[in-house]
């Protein structure tokens, strides 16, 4: 006989699906990540100027973002990269997300900064760095803030699991999972993306999923046609990196759209998030999505 998934993930309980357990709705802001909006959540890897932030911010709120996303503490691969502009670019997010009504996401990355950056913004993001940082993971979670959870860049959906199940257990509700892509043996693109386990995440578990297309390639010209296949395979959202002159960001310029390549990419979304819909609207009969974990 197969072992089921509650078998196989036994010590993430929280984390699944199960006989009446409904589907958690994060709230944020006027929305709600994973219920029957489709959220984009779209903004520069890293916030650099204020006009940078701005133009960004006033552009993917036109085109139909709901989230800014923004770096302003940057976990970089090399020491001698930019390492973002701390508290300066907090104020700038914060300053964007008043001007254009748009809910903001950055990432905490040390315990001691949890408390600064939760001021700042509507959505505490773990990075593919940080994700097994425990003592992170449970001060991030007694904010009461959303959190996005990104999959880390080698981790097992068992790894990304136990990491849910650690912000669960510390009494917040509001996990948001992230599919960004995990390094392989192939090498040609910057990531290898899981779609396959977006299409697994949704069905056994309750916790909203997002798609990361520009991190999951390191390729701008592919990121349309992956966060086509992230939205295919159930994704409730997508983080997508966006900047007015690409060649010129401070960082991941390579993977980022320009505003005439988002606008393109969000148009060419509307049939796979119709489709979403529809399929939605058929599970309804079974299962009524709640709201939890408000507060």
């Known amino acids: 006989m197969r072992e089921s998934w509650q078998e196989r993930f036994a010590e993430t309980p929280d984390v ?12 944020v ?46 976990p970089r691969s090399s020491p001698y990269s930019f390492q973002g502009l701390g508290l300066e670019g907090l104020k700038l997010l914060a300053a964007a997300g008043e ?20 001021d700042y913004a509507d959505i505490l993001q773990i990075g593919s760095r940080s994700m097994e940082n425990y003592t992170l993971l449970e001060e991030a979670a007694r904010t009461k803030r959303p959190i996005l959870l990104k ?21 917040n509700p509001n996990v948001i999972l992230c599919e960004r892509g995990i ?11 899981d779609a396959a386990s977006i299409a697994l995440l949704k069905q056994i578990t309750h916790l909203p999923v997002i798609a990361d297309p520009s991190h999951a390639c390191g390729d701008r010209g592919l990121v349309p046609a992956l966060a086509r296949i992230g939205v295919a395979a159930g994704a409730d959202g997508l983080l ?9 960001a401070w960082s991941d310029g390579d993977q980022s759209l320009d505003f005439a390549g988002f606008d393109a990419m969000m148009k060419s979304l509307d049939p796979f998030i119709e489709l979403r819909r529809l399929q939605l609207e058929t599970h309804a009969a079974v299962e009524v999505p709640i709201m939890q974990g408000e507060g």
């Open 99 to 118: 001007a254009t009504g748009l809910a903001i996401v950055t990432e905490v990355m040390s315990e001691c900064d949890v408390p600064l950056v939760a």
């Open 29 to 74: 802001l006027d929305f709600s990540v994973g219920g029957a909006e489709f959220i984009t959540m779209a903004g520069p890897c890293s916030v650099e100027t204020e006009h940078q932030l701005l133009s960004t911010a006033h552009h993917v709120r036109r085109a139909g973002a709901r989230v800014l996303r923004g770096g302003a503490f940057k």
């Open 240 to 248: 997508v990196e966006v900047h007015p002159n690409p060649d010129d």
């Open 151 to 171: 999959r880390g860049m080698m981790a097992t959906i068992g790894d990304l699991f136990r990491s849910a199940q650690i912000i669960l257990e510390s009494g």
């Open 183 to 193: 390094r392989t043996f192939e090498t040609t693109l910057r990531n290898t993306f």
């Open 16 to 27: 699944l699906a199960g006989p009446g357990r409904r589907r958690t709705i994060v709230p």
